[in-house]
């Protein structure tokens, strides 16, 4: 049984290819545990900490920290069984054998000799082969002569093969095109044809980054500039995550946006005394609670704003996947509380206050960020009044809510200052109408405005 066994990136999240190693938890020689983090990895999605395979002792580590790394490519190399002691040299006899077949000596640290068809075994899998590579004969019209002995190829030192140019076609024989799946579905999302592109990835196969350049224009040659005057800051994890699905989106889903504006007075009120209430004292509340414990009741009276574009059908959801935009250091990501229309306010609020504090610290896992129903972005904590967001792919509506402003408001008959805010509502047109979007919005608005009276006559 082999003793040493190399640790492949594992498929961190549903449709991710690739993970940037952030820091190495162990090194070299250290003795690990079976389930102990061995490495922080950077998905398009979170950072997450991978635990260990097997224990044992490492023995090397293939990528240093920074480096991009495709999923099912070996990240680290433990051995399994350290107190066995040192692995065998290589014996005489192998070593002769090998240089008999015209290659260099076996290095230290091969196991036996040749394996059946001229290789020699290695700590994983087999190495190069021994014996002399035959090439078919070059046509030179000349007649063959049957029988004829093949000449005496001599052995001369391995030529380096020429470099490979820089970008190859993309095009197999037959007309067959190289790229993942992920990147096949973004090309059809965006109208790109795959055969007419030039891939850069591995093996000339074509990426994401191939297919966004298709979409956009060219851009104008500008002087470059003198040092210090720009920064350069590489696309990649959650930015170029974000990216894709937002150009996928904009370019694939008729978008809609509405905008109410809204007397939260009431709602202010009723935290106030949330926050008064002994049960709640030790608990995060914020407008924030309130608007999503209104869209949860809204979605459960206007189910088809709850659905996804199915091509041929709608998928209507009797769940609610309730996804909060949070602002990271890493960027914009959209995690979502799975069954929300099944919590009670305060389970709602405690959930509420988990997902961002563990979004803020970068340990979202990929599932909390899958699977999302309807997404609320909150960008009134940033000072802005509302904006017109773009849908989660997936998704048939977002609802964006603003800053909550003391503002002259005309209230009974006359003009006081109350509190105000604007909602805004962005939708897939394919799906909502006017008249739907509108009346989700109108009772968004409502419970808001009035949320006793709204729990009173809804629930």
């Known amino acids: 049984m082999t003793r040493v066994k190399e640790f492949n990136l594992p498929d961190l999240g549903e449709g991710l290819t690739e993970g940037e190693i952030l820091k190495w938890l162990v090194q070299v020689g250290d003795t690990i545990a ?192 003198a040092a210090g005057r720009e920064e350069r800051i590489p696309v990649k994890g959650v930015r170029k995550l974000t990216a894709e699905n937002m150009v996928a989106s904009a370019f694939t889903a008729p978008h809609v946006t509405e905008f109410l504006t809204v007397d939260v007075t009431r709602s202010m009120k009723a935290l106030d005394r949330l926050k008064a209430h002994r049960d709640w004292k030790d608990v995060r509340v914020s407008p924030l609670l309130l608007v999503a414990k209104a869209v949860l009741l809204a979605l459960k009276r206007h189910p088809m704003v709850n659905s996804t574009w199915a091509g041929e059908e709608i998928v209507v959801k009797h769940y609610v996947n309730l996804g909060i935009a949070a602002a990271t250091q890493r960027g914009l990501i959209v995690p979502n509380i799975k069954d929300a229309h099944e919590l009670t306010t305060r389970e709602l609020a405690d959930a509420m206050t988990a997902l961002v504090s563990i979004a803020r610290e970068g340990k979202t896992p990929p599932a909390d960020m899958t699977g999302g129903t309807f997404t609320i972005t909150s960008v009134g904590v940033f000072g802005v009044d509302s904006g017109t967001p773009i849908l989660p792919p997936g998704e048939s509506a977002i609802l964006v809510f603003g800053a909550v402003r003391e503002q002259p408001w005309v209230h009974k008959g006359k003009i006081k200052v109350r509190h105000v805010t604007t909602l805004g509502l962005s939708f897939d047109h394919r799906i909502i109408d006017g008249e739907l979007g509108s009346k989700f919005l109108r009772d968004v608005g409502a419970f808001l405005e009035d949320p006793e009276g709204a729990l009173l006559a809804w629930s």
């Open 34 to 225: 079976l389930n102990q983090p061995i490495v922080e990895v950077e998905t398009a999605k979170a950072a997450v900490e991978i635990p260990a395979k097997w224990a044992g002792q490492v023995t090397k580590i293939f990528h240093p920290e920074g480096t991009t790394v495709e999923v099912g490519a070996p990240i680290i190399a433990i051995d399994t069984d350290p107190g066995a002691g040192a692995l065998p040299a290589p014996s005489a006899a192998s070593l002769a054998a090998v240089e008999v077949a015209g290659d260099a000596p076996v290095e230290p640290g091969l196991i036996g000799g040749p394996a059946p068809g001229g290789r020699t075994a290695v700590l994983v899998g087999y190495g190069p082969k021994t014996t002399v590579a035959k090439r078919r004969p070059r046509s030179s019209g000349a007649p063959v002569v049957p029988n004829e002995p093949p000449p005496v190829v001599e052995a001369v030192a391995p030529v380096a093969p020429p470099p490979a140019p820089a970008a190859a076609p993309a095009a197999r024989a037959g007309g067959s095109v190289l790229a993942k799946p992920p990147v096949r579905k973004l090309a059809r999302d965006l109208g790109v044809d795959l055969t007419g592109l030039t891939g850069t990835g591995p093996n000339g196969s074509i990426s994401r980054d191939d297919v966004l350049a298709a979409t956009a224009a060219p851009a104008a040659v500008a002087p470059k500039p």
